[in-house]
């Protein structure tokens, strides 16, 4: 495969994402906080208010960023009340969804299996180029709304702090050097006109938000990036896209870099022996195409010096997912990407063999060097002060939020990152990594990432091998209905789209009577537009059925609407107050 073609299966079409208006968006969000004092069906119990005690900021390339965390290049990027939820729950570092030049892609489905550890096969937006311009410049602004809604003061407090649109964009020269590709950079670096355009969405809105449309907001949205190149990019690729964006747009650049680089005995040693995953089939044939560890130390060593003589930052991150054969048959494609926790292990494992490698290159401590390390690979609530210490900035998070929780997961992880820093002492991240880095010495360490991987690989493998990650989801014996569940909830945390959402039943037993399944307390409805069909909600519903296909499907677009086939209702917004909607095209079996 080249780095610019599409998966060489034959594709099977999938449900393409649709995303909402900003006006509709807000009036969702007033809708729900009226009503049920939720964003986007998170609890206000959910929402990170920062501890003005305790200082969890950082700089991410030089820009200030007050949490450590946020949503990895991955499906809780693409669309704008992903990164809404995300930056509700604490996050303040957002790598957006990982744009390329091919935007008609059919990713088959369904395309994540997180059953135990996890696993996917789509890699980049499932957006035109031009929507996933239009879905950041209005998370941008809802962002910028929300930071003064003063509904939302008391939960966010005064400050929220600052936070970091990154960019990513692949997979080779040719793509993002093109028209499509530059058009995008060159937007996130001012969106003026897209921006102009949603303020006059909102100012005629109506609503509490109407009157906030002039807030201020930076059109310059972006100016850092992060190159994902696909498995297998030669290095003269990696260098000469990184060039090029460093001298065509003037960015600071982070490069991704792929778990090979530790080679295909240490990885399955790793994965295989230490860890237990046995039936987990590295692609040995992935190695060999790949960065070698050698040239990689070299092209570290020519893009930083390449970036520093032009004035511009430069950075790694560890690690893309690992190419694995499709042995599960969850998914369609016959190659896989590993993620979750034994990814964690290889990428601190990379991380330590490159500083050791490179000593006095990377920012990290017992380096000290201007090299930053951004990380994404297994982070949970119990590791994240750990791969802190580590020194990376930032930790992003992906695996963890497919999960029951979802978005919910973020502001767990700061508390408890917070908890563990005021325990110890420290009032901020770089006394925290001060004081992990100290211990680390003491106990024979060269660094707190040689400390990480000595527990990771030790005293803490139970957290990552097989015996502590293959427990399966929850199931009861029952076939899954259109109405009525057993209401667990979880099709509504595990989207990362936040395509479901629930509504009371009828609670009169005279209206119940002739509804089969109104007996639930609770019912639950999906979005069309919003759902891209990637099978997670399918994944942890305890009864048997993909609620995606079985429960009621709503559109608020007709014209989607009349192009779909199966089941589906269709919200045809009237004037009348007392009849929001009215609805077509239910199947005679919902009664």
């Given amino acids: 495969m080249t780095t610019t073609e599409a998966p060489a299966t034959e594709p099977t079409p999938g449900a393409p994402l649709t995303p909402m208006s900003i006006t509709t968006l807000l009036g969702r969000i007033e809708h729900e906080w009226a009503t049920r004092r939720k964003v986007f069906d998170l609890p206000n119990g959910r929402i990170w208010r920062p501890d003005p005690e305790i200082d969890l900021g950082f700089e991410f390339l030089g820009r200030p960023c007050a949490s450590p965390i946020g949503p990895a290049a991955g499906p809780h990027c693409q669309l704008a009340e992903n990164i809404v939820l995300a930056w509700l729950g604490g996050s303040r570092l957002f790598e957006l969804k990982t744009v390329q030049v091919l935007d008609d892609l059919v990713i088959n489905r369904p395309c994540i299996d997180m059953q135990t550890i996890g696993y996917n096969i789509e890699w980049s937006q499932e957006l035109t180029v031009p929507q996933s311009l239009t879905e950041y410049t209005k998370s941008a602004l809802l962002l910028a709304l929300l930071r003064e809604w003063e509904p939302l003061r008391e939960h966010l407090g005064d400050d929220p702090g600052a936070h970091v649109l990154d960019m990513s964009v692949g997979y080779d020269l040719a793509g993002i050097s093109g028209d499509k590709v530059t058009s995008f950079i060159e937007g ?44 297998g990019c030669p290095p003269e690729e990696i260098e000469s896209i990184t060039k090029h964006l460093i001298d065509h747009h003037g960015l600071d650049v982070i490069v991704k870099l792929n778990p090979t680089l530790l080679g295909y005995e240490t990885v399955a040693a790793i994965v295989n022996d230490e860890l237990g995953y046995t039936d987990v089939s590295v692609q040995e044939s992935a190695f060999a195409a790949d960065l070698q560890f050698d040239r990689g130390i070299d092209l570290i060593g020519e893009l930083r010096d390449y970036a520093a003589t032009r004035g511009r930052r430069f950075g790694i991150k560890l690690t ?14 016959p190659t896989m990407y590993l993620s979750g926790a034994p990814l964690h292990v290889l990428a601190s494992t990379l991380l ?14 017992g380096h000290d060097g201007d090299v930053m390390v951004s990380f994404s690979a297994g982070v949970t609530k119990d590791n994240l002060a750990g791969t802190l210490a580590m020194g990376v900035n930032p930790a992003t998070v992906c695996s963890d939020l497919l999960k029951p929780g979802g978005y919910g997961r973020l502001a767990p992880m700061l508390k408890g990152l917070t908890a563990t820093m005021r325990d110890a002492g420290c009032s901020d991240l770089a006394a925290w990594r001060e004081r992990e880095q100290a211990a680390a010495v003491g106990a024979g360490f060269p660094s707190a990432a040689a400390a990480h991987v000595a527990h990771v690989r030790g005293a803490g493998i139970a957290d990552y091998h097989l015996d502590g990650n293959s427990k399966l989801p929850r199931e009861v014996d029952h076939e899954l209905e259109m109405f009525g569940c057993v209401a667990c909830n979880f099709c509504i945390t595990v989207c990362p789209n936040d395509a479901f959402f629930s509504i009371r039943s009828l609670t009169e037993p005279d209206e119940r009577a002739d509804a089969p399944g109104m007996d639930a307390r609770q019912q639950y409805l999906l979005f069309t537009e919003l759902c891209n069909e990637c099978g997670n909600c399918m994944t942890f519903c305890p009864e048997r059925g993909d609620p995606a296909m079985i429960k009621p499907r709503l559109y608020t677009d007709p014209d989607l609407y009349a192009v779909r086939e199966g089941q589906g209702l269709s919200l045809i917004h009237i004037s009348e107050p007392t009849r929001p909607f009215t609805l077509s095209r239910m199947p005679s079996s919902a009664g």
Avoid: K, W, Y
Wanted: proline share 6%; aromatic share 4%.
């Fill in 352 to 365: 330590d063999r490159l500083a050791g490698a490179l000593p006095g290159v990377f920012d990290i401590p």
């Fill in 320 to 333: 893309n997912t690992l190419v694995v054969d499709n042995v599960r048959g969850v998914m369609p494609d």
């Fill in 188 to 231: 996130m670096l001012d969106a003026t006109a897209e921006l102009d355009a949603l303020r006059r969405e909102v100012a005629a809105s109506g609503g509490d938000f109407a009157a906030l449309s002039d807030v201020e907001l930076d059109p310059r949205l972006a100016d850092t990036l992060t190159l994902s190149t696909f498995h």
